[in-house]
């Protein structure tokens, strides 16, 4: 019995050794693929259902342009924070959403091509249009989804922000609610298009003008110094069907 049992643990520690031994050969036939939790406020962009496929405008995108590297696709919806740190530890590959700035570099990371313009909006009630004028949205009460980028902007331009939510879906609430008199965000279209949230009216402007990229970890570069060329030759051949699905779902 005891010799039987010694055998099963040897045959246990060879499979462990095993395990080890070919799991590099899995991740590199996978591409580890990182949205964050507050892309998918916007259901044309990025549909997000837990237990379900992630499916939308965004997806679909990115598996054009990643098809040609013969890699499975793991796309995985997280934090912000927590994306930022698998992206820096070499636990993501590639960030697929990513508004340009300096602190995506600084920890080695490499901004893609830009494949889609976008503004970062503000947005009022529609009753409180006048709030959205320069020099009278500066003084107002102001949120953002947590860990926005494009905070330190928003300070440089006179604007405070006041409350930080996690959710696309909170941040249109807390608006809505009163909590805040204007919310801030990234939209792939002008702020002028965001007219209504669960039927109440808003007005919006653009305020920033940006861009989105991806952002490539300095893992993923260092593994495949060619990934990027290859990836930013894709971009602009399925950047058309990116632009076609996001005006239909505007529309």
Not at 88 to 113: I, V
Not at 140 to 159: D, P, S
Request: hydrophobic share 40%.
């Amino acid at each position: 019995m005891f010799e039987g049992a010694k055998r099963r643990g040897q045959c246990c520690w060879y499979c462990w050794w095993l395990g080890l031994l070919f799991m590099p050969l899995v991740l590199a036939d996978t591409l580890r693929l990182a949205i964050d939790e507050t892309t998918t406020g916007f259901d044309q962009y990025v549909e997000y259902q837990p237990g379900e496929p992630l499916s939308g405008a965004l997806v679909d995108f990115w598996r054009c342009v990643l098809e040609p590297e013969g890699k499975a696709l793991d796309f995985s919806v997280q934090p912000v924070l927590r994306n930022r740190q698998a992206l820096e530890q070499g636990l993501m590959d590639l960030h697929l959403s990513s508004l340009r700035s300096d602190m995506g570099e600084a920890s080695g990371s490499r901004y893609t091509d830009a494949f889609l313009s976008a503004n970062v909006a503000l947005v009022s009630l529609a009753s409180n249009a006048p709030l959205l004028r320069e020099g009278v949205w500066q003084q107002q009460t102001l949120g953002v989804v947590l860990r926005a980028n494009f905070e330190r902007e928003i300070q440089q331009r006179g604007g405070q922000v006041s409350d930080r939510v996690k959710t696309m879906d909170q941040l249109f609430k807390l608006l809505i609610g009163g909590r805040v008199s204007l919310i801030s965000m990234p939209l792939a279209r002008s702020a002028e298009g965001v007219t209504r949230y669960l039927g109440v009216a808003l007005a919006g402007r653009n305020l920033i003008a940006s861009s989105v990229h991806g952002l490539v970890s300095r893992h993923r570069l260092a593994a495949d110094p060619e990934f990027m060329s290859r990836i930013n030759k894709r971009l602009p051949v399925c950047r058309p069907m990116l632009i076609s699905i996001m005006q239909d779902t505007s529309e």
